[in-house]
């Protein structure tokens, strides 16, 4: 045959001679090849979709660059989805935790801190309370705290004991739900205590 095979029936040494020869003579041709020609020892040019020579290299760095990048984003997202003040706070109670861990276990009275802790504490039917209270409360940055503005005239009552804003007007503009729901709930407390009046009368 034209690839240098017998024809007609064989076993299988010589099929299995037959194979290794021509494999034999297949590697000695791409031996003698031009390596132009072949390709041998050249390096594996990567092309992208549109058929430009990609840089390996230069590809795996920007993706690093990438993920390293996404990451510190979601660390980002991550404490300003929690919240600064609350990262603060947390922060703070550990480093008060640690250093109540690295003091001894007995405290005497000579404690400093226990010491401004218990000055700091507010006592019920302390003379002095009243006075302390009006100092302005400061914001976690040092600056006071700005009180709002609320009503300071009588409002009619509402079911969630909500005041009106500061500048309310005093016109009652409601469509008259919460005064019915009040005579309602009021009505029904009557009936009830005339039921239970009427239930004991005769013991």
């Known amino acids: ?37 072949s390709g041998r020892g050249v390096e594996t040019v990567y092309r992208d979709k549109e058929g430009k020579r990609i840089n390996l290299k230069l590809e ?29 706070m947390a922060e703070e109670k550990i480093k008060d935790e640690l250093y109540e861990m690295s003091k001894p276990l007995a405290r005497y009275a000579d404690d400093e801190d226990l010491e401004r802790m218990l000055k700091a504490r507010e006592r019920e039917g302390d003379p002095m309370l009243k006075y302390i209270k009006k100092k302005p409360q400061l914001t976690p940055t040092g600056k ?18 909500i005041r009106p804003g500061f500048r309310w007007d005093g016109v009652d503009r409601t469509n008259g739900f919460e005064k019915a729901w009040f005579a309602r709930e009021t009505n029904k407390k009557a009936t009830a205590d005339d039921a239970y009046k009427w239930s004991v009368e005769n013991m």
């Open 1 to 37: 045959m034209s690839s240098g095979k017998k024809a007609g029936l064989q076993d299988a040494e010589v099929l299995r001679q037959e194979n290794a020869a021509a494999r034999e003579r297949e590697a000695e041709m791409f031996r003698r090849m031009d390596p132009s020609e």
């Open 144 to 161: 006071p705290k700005k009180e709002r503005p609320t009503y300071k005239g009588s409002f009619p009552p509402n079911r969630f004991g």
């Open 60 to 88: 795996r760095l920007k993706k690093l660059q990438e993920e390293k990048k996404k990451m510190e984003e979601e660390e980002k997202f991550m404490e300003w989805g929690k919240g600064v003040a609350t990262v603060k």
